[in-house]
């Protein structure tokens, strides 16, 4: 049983959320306060399948300003007054009620159709039977109701075929006998009462159809609860059939008995906020894409001058080792220059040999020389690539000094943010603090810790608070000058509860005005006081009492009339024909013998002469009636009527009390009868409101005295449930004085936990930032190492071409010395003195020259040195952009944490297109559910509300309900849904 229960609850909460968000409990067509209205009940008898036997429609026609000028509309046949005695004229469809009364009730048949109907499927130990074959059986049953929604039509949405329906609330149940045990009901509750329980469902018959594939993956659970069939299993004994039942109305309150279904609205500003929402994120996160594609690409650049530089090393150490040999080489040749100058003594003894020695001499100058171009020329090049390395280095330098500083501000201004961002959330909760201890809800100040138990505490109601509203509603009463006890006033408050009104004070006067009426009826100058004093002096014989036969009188004399206009009597002839039976027949006994005697008369009436006695019979009568025209006056009419027709008249009018018992029929008519005294009589007239009146004093007595009675004593049965209703209501008022407060606690409560995102969230995105500043910052340092590198080699590589130019200056002197060796040979012995300055010069030129080599050799090295800081440093900042780009991809993915965890949360239920197509399918349906009409028809401009009620033909009565207004008790959803139908134990 507890597990129905709690399907049951799942259930209605999640229809809460879907119709709650599919279609808001709007309003039937016409607006609220329309002074026309009209109340539509269909009574529709089932077979044992759920085929439809045959329809009843009850409606209740209502004008604040008399329905003397209304125009009706109805399609039902065989159209009944069902209170009154109004009649009415038609002209096809249109119906005008001859009345100024402001309200009609009336009855009629319709062969229609439905909007949504029942198929009932039964199996007994898994084998399908027909209804008609199950009684008597036993086994275990499976009953299986399945509902249609009739009322459907399509919309295009998004390029898409949408199906939409009149969304209808459906309630359905199933009353078993004690044939049945272990009973059980999927998404359904089942309660006993006695030897008979119920098994209750609610159901949306058609939407699960429209919605099930827009709701998404989120909500997939929740199709489960659009039920469009239910089922119930039972072990069986000698099965005595069910009686099933399907009551269903797009108007949720029209179902006042079943808890309401609430709904969503405002959809369109909810898909223009996610839209907005949306927008915003995506480009927040393209920006962050952006940012990590960028450092991305810095990431492989930095790899590629890596590569680079390691070349560029290798190349300069390559550069080293060649400068070093040439430094040995030149070191070697200022050797033997020395040795030539010291040997110029023996340079005349080898002249010859000289001359042989200038030839290749020269040849080796010209060869040297060419190198020495060569080398000049490479080292010019070498130069300006040098220079060209450190401005593009110098570029780098500075792009990154610029990144460097906008991500240093950045992280610079991230403790100010984090921190303005706390203060501003402290501000909220301060001034949450302020506003809830001013108002009394909190006596302590919340922290970040506690807030969501300290607002779920003030969302309570407690005792107190449901104190102060019951002694509102007695301060109320007081100020009109009542004073009540307190099981006068337990009473007063369980009658506004149960009375449906949700107008309070309309209520509580209603109530008031109930108690006291019923006080003032049942005393001794009341109506019921006054009847039962009656009743007792006539020994509980209501016709002995004097009020009841003088109207038993009257009924019986017009019955007798109708008999005799029926046989073709006119109006004139009618007393006379009584009067003259009444005395030439006396002493009837049976009604038999009145109708022979009535029979008599009138055919003496029709054959009389001038010259018959019977002429001067009537001529008597005749003269007599003329003194005293009422027939009731004459003591033999008086006996003629008491012989029957009065015994019949009080029959007919206790059979139109309805099943009442003989002491409660004996009350209401003496009642009626005492209600219509007058002057001359009775006003027949009169009695059939009388009656009506009459009940409902006597129903709204027993009403009070009733829950006086078990209000007053704990010890009685049903005290429990009735205070049980009575706290609801007061829990209910007071939700209901504080809904708006509550509401904002409740909402305080999401802003808050929104606020401690937020914060979270920025801390992420701060401590991405700070990780790339300190990756750009590192990344500029080692630039700066790679630039000042870069300048110590273009000053190493100036070095180095300056000496290449010395050394193309000292090899062009050698192949010119050379030539002049060579063309001096001839000379040599006579130009021995210029041969030794030669070899000075020479001597000279090759310490330029050596010393030009050692500066190529430190230039080489230091070359290599550069290289080998530009190769550490291009690692330094290969590591600095991958710090960067690791930085960078933080903060992508800290915004993309933020996007996942908290805006696509809230989308992911659903996409923008899914959004728009539900979107149009709920309001399409909201607009169905609008504008539905009526049934059968109604007034224009008239307020129409229509339930309908489906019931198998085994616990129908013989004639639809009639629109009742005495309140019924709301205790059990069992008791409940047995109201609805009108199966009320008695």
Same mark, same amino acid.
């Given at each position: 049983m507890l597990s129905h229960k709690s399907n049951l609850c799942k259930r209605l909460f999640s229809l809460g959320l879907a119709a709650a968000f599919l279609t808001a409990s709007a309003l039937p067509a016409g607006a609220a306060g329309t002074a026309l209205t009209k109340e539509e009940t269909v009574y529709l008898v089932m077979n044992g399948d759920g085929s439809i036997q045959s329809t009843t429609v009850s409606d209740h026609l209502h004008s604040d300003a008399g329905l003397a000028t209304v125009e009706d509309s109805s399609t039902l046949q065989d159209i009944e007054n069902t209170q009154g005695t109004a009649e009415y004229t038609r002209q096809g469809d249109a119906l005008i009620w001859n009345t100024d009364d402001t309200d009609v009730y009336y009855k009629g048949t319709t062969d229609q159709t439905p909007p949504v109907t029942a198929e009932i499927q039964y199996q007994l130990d898994g084998k399908t039977v027909a209804a008609d074959a199950l009684p008597g059986q036993s086994g275990h049953l499976v009953i299986r109701i399945n509902l249609t929604n009739h009322e459907t039509g399509t919309i295009e949405t998004n390029g898409v075929t949408r199906q939409v329906c009149t969304p209808y609330a459906a309630v359905v149940g199933a009353v078993l006998n004690s044939s049945f045990t272990n009973v059980t009901a999927e998404h359904g509750l089942v309660q006993g009462d006695g030897g008979t329980q119920i098994a209750g469902f609610i159901c949306l018959p058609g939407v699960r159809a429209c919605l099930g594939d827009l709701l998404g993956e989120q909500f997939s659970g929740l199709t489960e609860y659009l039920l469009d069939s239910v089922t119930l299993e039972a072990d069986v004994t000698e099965l005595t059939m069910p009686s099933i039942m399907v009551a269903c109305a797009t108007d949720t309150s029209m179902l006042a008995d079943v808890d309401g279904i609430a709904g969503l609205d405002k959809l369109d500003g909810l898909q223009e906020d996610m839209d907005a929402l949306t927008d915003a994120m995506d480009q927040l996160l393209d920006g962050a894409t952006r940012l990590s594609t960028g450092a991305a690409k810095l990431d492989t650049g930095a790899a590629t001058l890596k590569a680079g530089v390691t070349k560029l090393d290798n190349g300069a150490a390559t550069l080293n080792n060649g400068a070093a040999q040439l430094n040995d080489g030149a070191a070697t040749l200022d050797d033997g220059a020395g040795r030539l100058a010291d040997g110029t003594a023996s340079l005349k003894e080898g002249a010859t040999s000289l001359d042989d020695g200038a030839g290749t001499l020269k040849n080796g100058a010209d060869s040297l020389y060419g190198g020495a171009q060569s080398l000049a020329d490479g080292a010019a090049k070498l130069k300006s690539g040098a220079d060209t390395l450190s401005g593009g280095l110098g570029q780098l330098s500075g792009g990154l000094a610029t990144l460097s500083s906008g991500l240093s501000t950045l992280s610079a201004n991230s403790a100010a943010l984090n921190a303005g961002a706390q203060q501003i959330a402290d501000a909220v909760l301060a001034t949450a603090n302020s506003q809830l201890k001013a108002q009394g809800a909190i006596t302590e100040d919340m922290t970040w810790q506690n807030y969501a138990d300290v607002l779920a505490g003030?969302?309570?109601?407690?005792? @107190?608070?449901?104190?102060?509203?019951?002694?509102?509603?007695?301060?109320? *009463?007081?100020?009109?000058?009542?004073?009540?006890?307190?099981?006068?006033?337990?009473?007063?408050?369980?009658?506004?509860?149960? $009375?449906?009104?949700?107008?309070?004070?309309?209520?509580?006067?209603?109530?008031?005005?109930?108690?006291?009426?019923? $006080?003032? #009826?049942?005393?001794?100058?009341?109506?019921?006081?006054?009847?039962?004093?009656?009743?007792?002096? &006539?020994?509980?014989?209501?016709?002995?009492?004097?009020?009841?036969?003088?109207?038993?009188?009257?009924?019986?004399?017009?019955?007798?009339?109708?008999?005799?206009?029926?046989?073709?009597?006119?109006?004139?002839?009618?007393?006379?024909?009584?009067?003259?039976?009444?005395?030439?027949?006396?002493?009837?006994?049976?009604?038999?013998?009145?109708?022979?005697?009535?029979?008599?008369?009138?055919?003496?009436?029709?054959?009389?002469?001038?010259?018959?006695?019977?002429?001067?019979?009537?001529?008597?009568? !005749?003269? #007599?009636?003329? !003194?005293?025209?009422?027939?009731?006056?004459?003591?033999?009419?008086?006996?003629?009527?008491?012989?029957?027709?009065?015994? @019949?008249?009080?029959?007919?009018?206790?059979? &139109?009390?309805?099943?009442?018992?003989? /002491?409660?029929? +004996?009350?209401?008519?003496?009642?009626?009868?005492?209600?219509?005294?007058?002057?001359?009589?009775?006003?027949?007239?009169?009695?059939?409101?009388?009656?009506? &009146?009459?009940?409902?004093?006597?129903?709204?007595?027993?009403?009070?005295?009733?829950?006086?009675?078990?209000?007053?004593?704990?010890?009685?049965?049903?005290?429990?449930?009735?205070?049980?209703?009575?706290?609801?209501?007061?829990?209910?008022?007071?939700? &209901?004085?504080?809904?708006?407060?509550?509401?904002? *606690?409740?909402?305080?409560?999401?802003?808050?936990?929104?606020?401690?995102?937020?914060?979270?969230?920025?801390?992420?995105?701060?401590?991405?930032?700070?990780?790339?500043?300190?990756?750009?910052?590192?990344?500029?340092?080692?630039?700066?190492?790679?630039?000042?590198?870069?300048?110590?080699? #273009? @000053?190493?590589?100036?070095?180095?071409?300056?000496?290449?130019?010395?050394?193309? /200056?000292?090899?062009?002197?050698?192949?010119?010395?050379?030539?002049?060796?060579?063309?001096?040979?001839?000379?040599?012995?006579?130009?021995?003195?210029?041969?030794?300055?030669?070899?000075?010069?020479?001597?000279?030129?090759?310490?330029?020259?050596?010393?030009?080599?050692?500066?190529?050799?430190?230039?080489?090295?230091?070359?290599?040195?550069?290289?080998? #800081?530009?190769?550490?440093?291009?690692?330094?900042?290969?590591?600095?952009?991958?710090?960067?780009?690791?930085?960078?991809?933080?903060?992508?993915?800290?915004?993309?944490?933020?996007?996942? @965890?908290?805006?696509?949360?809230?989308?992911?239920?659903?996409?923008?297109?899914?959004?728009?197509?539900?979107?149009?399918?709920?309001?399409?349906?909201?607009?169905?559910?609008?504008?539905?009409?009526?049934?059968?028809?109604?007034?224009?401009?008239?307020?129409?509300?229509?339930?309908?009620?489906?019931?198998?033909?085994?616990?129908?009565?013989?004639?639809?309900?009639?629109?009742?207004?005495?309140?019924?008790?709301?205790?059990?959803?069992?008791?409940?849904?047995? +109201?609805?139908?009108?199966?009320?134990?008695?």
């Amino acid at each position: 049983m507890l597990s129905h229960k709690s399907n049951l609850c799942k259930r209605l909460f999640s229809l809460g959320l879907a119709a709650a968000f599919l279609t808001a409990s709007a309003l039937p067509a016409g607006a609220a306060g329309t002074a026309l209205t009209k109340e539509e009940t269909v009574y529709l008898v089932m077979n044992g399948d759920g085929s439809i036997q045959s329809t009843t429609v009850s409606d209740h026609l209502h004008s604040d300003a008399g329905l003397a000028t209304v125009e009706d509309s109805s399609t039902l046949q065989d159209i009944e007054n069902t209170q009154g005695t109004a009649e009415y004229t038609r002209q096809g469809d249109a119906l005008i009620w001859n009345t100024d009364d402001t309200d009609v009730y009336y009855k009629g048949t319709t062969d229609q159709t439905p909007p949504v109907t029942a198929e009932i499927q039964y199996q007994l130990d898994g084998k399908t039977v027909a209804a008609d074959a199950l009684p008597g059986q036993s086994g275990h049953l499976v009953i299986r109701i399945n509902l249609t929604n009739h009322e459907t039509g399509t919309i295009e949405t998004n390029g898409v075929t949408r199906q939409v329906c009149t969304p209808y609330a459906a309630v359905v149940g199933a009353v078993l006998n004690s044939s049945f045990t272990n009973v059980t009901a999927e998404h359904g509750l089942v309660q006993g009462d006695g030897g008979t329980q119920i098994a209750g469902f609610i159901c949306l018959p058609g939407v699960r159809a429209c919605l099930g594939d827009l709701l998404g993956e989120q909500f997939s659970g929740l199709t489960e609860y659009l039920l469009d069939s239910v089922t119930l299993e039972a072990d069986v004994t000698e099965l005595t059939m069910p009686s099933i039942m399907v009551a269903c109305a797009t108007d949720t309150s029209m179902l006042a008995d079943v808890d309401g279904i609430a709904g969503l609205d405002k959809l369109d500003g909810l898909q223009e906020d996610m839209d907005a929402l949306t927008d915003a994120m995506d480009q927040l996160l393209d920006g962050a894409t952006r940012l990590s594609t960028g450092a991305a690409k810095l990431d492989t650049g930095a790899a590629t001058l890596k590569a680079g530089v390691t070349k560029l090393d290798n190349g300069a150490a390559t550069l080293n080792n060649g400068a070093a040999q040439l430094n040995d080489g030149a070191a070697t040749l200022d050797d033997g220059a020395g040795r030539l100058a010291d040997g110029t003594a023996s340079l005349k003894e080898g002249a010859t040999s000289l001359d042989d020695g200038a030839g290749t001499l020269k040849n080796g100058a010209d060869s040297l020389y060419g190198g020495a171009q060569s080398l000049a020329d490479g080292a010019a090049k070498l130069k300006s690539g040098a220079d060209t390395l450190s401005g593009g280095l110098g570029q780098l330098s500075g792009g990154l000094a610029t990144l460097s500083s906008g991500l240093s501000t950045l992280s610079a201004n991230s403790a100010a943010l984090n921190a303005g961002a706390q203060q501003i959330a402290d501000a909220v909760l301060a001034t949450a603090n302020s506003q809830l201890k001013a108002q009394g809800a909190i006596t302590e100040d919340m922290t970040w810790q506690n807030y969501a138990d300290v607002l779920a505490g003030v969302l309570n109601i407690s005792d @107190e608070m449901r104190a102060a509203a019951r002694n509102q509603i007695s301060a109320q *009463v007081g100020a009109a000058g009542v004073t009540l006890s307190d099981a006068e006033l337990d009473t007063l408050l369980y009658l506004v509860a149960t $009375s449906g009104n949700s107008d309070l004070t309309a209520a509580v006067t209603t109530a008031a005005g109930q108690m006291a009426q019923a $006080s003032a #009826d049942a005393a001794d100058t009341g109506a019921i006081g006054q009847a039962k004093q009656a009743l007792a002096a &006539a020994a509980n014989q209501p016709a002995a009492v004097p009020a009841v036969a003088t109207m038993l009188k009257a009924q019986a004399y017009a019955g007798i009339c109708q008999q005799l206009a029926a046989a073709g009597a006119d109006a004139a002839a009618q007393p006379v024909v009584v009067l003259l039976a009444a005395r030439r027949v006396p002493g009837c006994t049976t009604t038999a013998e009145v109708n022979t005697a009535l029979g008599e008369a009138a055919a003496l009436l029709q054959m009389a002469t001038p010259e018959a006695a019977d002429a001067a019979d009537i001529g008597a009568v !005749a003269a #007599d009636l003329a !003194a005293d025209p009422n027939p009731l006056h004459y003591p033999e009419v008086t006996a003629l009527l008491a012989a029957g027709p009065m015994g @019949e008249a009080y029959g007919k009018v206790a059979a &139109a009390l309805g099943d009442v018992e003989d /002491s409660t029929a +004996a009350l209401l008519i003496t009642m009626a009868s005492q209600a219509t005294q007058t002057a001359d009589g009775c006003d027949l007239a009169a009695l059939p409101a009388a009656l009506q &009146a009459a009940g409902a004093t006597a129903t709204n007595a027993a009403t009070v005295s009733g829950v006086l009675a078990t209000v007053g004593n704990p010890g009685s049965e049903g005290y429990t449930s009735y205070q049980q209703t009575i706290q609801l209501f007061l829990t209910n008022l007071v939700k &209901a004085q504080q809904g708006g407060a509550l509401d904002a *606690v409740s909402n305080l409560s999401t802003q808050l936990a929104g606020v401690q995102t937020f914060i979270a969230s920025l801390r992420q995105y701060t401590g991405g930032v700070d990780t790339a500043a300190a990756g750009a910052a590192s990344a500029n340092t080692v630039t700066a190492q790679l630039a000042a590198g870069a300048v110590t080699l #273009d @000053e190493g590589l100036a070095t180095l071409n300056g000496g290449a130019n010395t050394l193309q /200056s000292g090899a062009a002197q050698l192949a010119g010395g050379a030539t002049s060796l060579k063309e001096g040979t001839g000379t040599l012995k006579e130009g021995t003195a210029t041969l030794q300055s030669g070899a000075a010069d020479l001597k000279g030129g090759t310490a330029t020259l050596k010393d030009g080599t050692d500066t190529l050799r430190s230039g080489a090295s230091a070359l290599k040195t550069g290289t080998g #800081d530009l190769k550490t440093g291009a690692a330094d900042l290969k590591k600095g952009t991958a710090e960067l780009n690791t930085g960078a991809k933080t903060l992508a993915d800290g915004l993309n944490q933020f996007n996942e @965890e908290g805006i696509e949360k809230l989308l992911s239920a659903l996409d923008t297109d899914q959004l728009a197509e539900l979107k149009d399918v709920a309001t399409a349906m909201k607009d169905r559910q609008q504008q539905a009409t009526s049934f059968t028809g109604a007034p224009e401009n008239a307020q129409v509300s229509t339930r309908f009620v489906l019931k198998t033909a085994e616990q129908t009565k013989a004639a639809a309900p009639d629109t009742a207004t005495a309140a019924s008790t709301k205790t059990t959803l069992w008791q409940r849904i047995l +109201a609805l139908f009108g199966l009320n134990k008695k």
